[in-house]
């Protein structure tokens, strides 16, 4: 690998939120940068206003859970940037129905999209990290996984039982593909998202409570974390995880 040579990473979920903090992170820090969402003026907007600065951008309009289409996207990503240093999976939906009000069809999407989604994207670019003996994979958890969702918060059982297998799948891949790639995982705690954005308004206060460092996070907070998983040299650190939630979950 030339020191010169042009740094590239994929983040799913990157057409807002904690993914488009990701992708302009990232993109500042100089990767070229391949967003992936589901088709749509937000995608198109957030690879717009990258290309705008002169960074270089490309959509990936799709949806991760199906998985010939993610294996198809990696190996366009791969053929127009030759490489891919840095994958971040992020792309997740919110479950907030209890056990006894899911259906089948929602529990199967809720995994197929936070966590099936997930083994999609390192399905379709491990290989060539392995085959390159280098690559970062960062993993959006939450900090639902460790403690199950708060009685306040949006998401149920489901969601927390995709996250906790995004812990399992870090910690199982991390061994499994050293030592060319490392892979870590981040929990978010509460950032202030769309998809956080209605329960936030109602309960600010009772949630800013629980925060120690006594504001709810932002998108950003969560992206310079990534940004140092995947940029550390040198790094040793692998099948981490990081809770990024201004200690709401300190025990
Ligand atoms: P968000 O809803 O603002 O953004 C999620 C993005 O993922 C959207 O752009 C959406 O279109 C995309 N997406 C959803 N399903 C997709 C699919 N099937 N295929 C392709 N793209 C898809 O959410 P966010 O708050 O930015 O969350 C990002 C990640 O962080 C998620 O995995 C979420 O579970 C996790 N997280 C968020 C919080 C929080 O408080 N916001 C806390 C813990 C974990």
């Known amino acids: 690998m030339s020191g010169n040579e042009r740094k590239v990473a994929v983040v799913t979920g990157a057409a807002r939120g904690i993914g488009l903090a990701c992708a302009q992170r990232l993109s500042a820090a100089g990767y070229a940068v391949a967003l992936a969402d589901q088709p749509g003026p937000a995608l198109e907007q957030a690879v717009q206003a990258l290309r705008a600065q002169g960074r270089q951008a490309l959509a990936l309009a799709g949806d991760v859970s199906d998985h010939g289409a993610v294996q198809a996207q990696g190996q366009y990503v791969l053929a127009q940037w030759g490489h891919v240093d840095a994958l971040v999976n992020n792309a997740g939906i919110s479950q907030p129905k209890t056990l006894l009000e899911i259906s089948e069809a929602e529990w199967d999407r809720t995994i197929a999209v936070n966590l099936k989604g997930y083994f999609n994207w390192c399905k379709a670019l491990a290989p060539a990290m392995l085959a390159r003996r280098s690559g970062r994979i960062v993993n959006i958890s939450s900090v639902s996984a460790n403690t199950g969702a708060a009685p306040s918060a949006v998401s149920k059982f489901a969601y927390c039982s ?25 929990c978010p705690g509460s950032i202030r998202t769309d998809l956080t954005e209605q329960l936030i308004q109602s309960r600010q206060d009772d949630i800013v409570r629980t925060i120690p460092l006594g504001r709810i996070g932002t998108p950003m907070d969560v992206a310079v974390v990534v940004e140092f998983l995947v940029t550390v040299e040198p790094n040793y650190m692998t099948g981490e995880v990081i809770d990024v939630d201004g200690g709401q979950w300190v025990n």
């Open 162 to 186: 995709a996250k906790a297998g995004v812990l399992g799948m870090t910690r199982g891949l991390a061994k499994e593909l050293a030592p060319a790639v490392a892979v870590n995982a981040i």
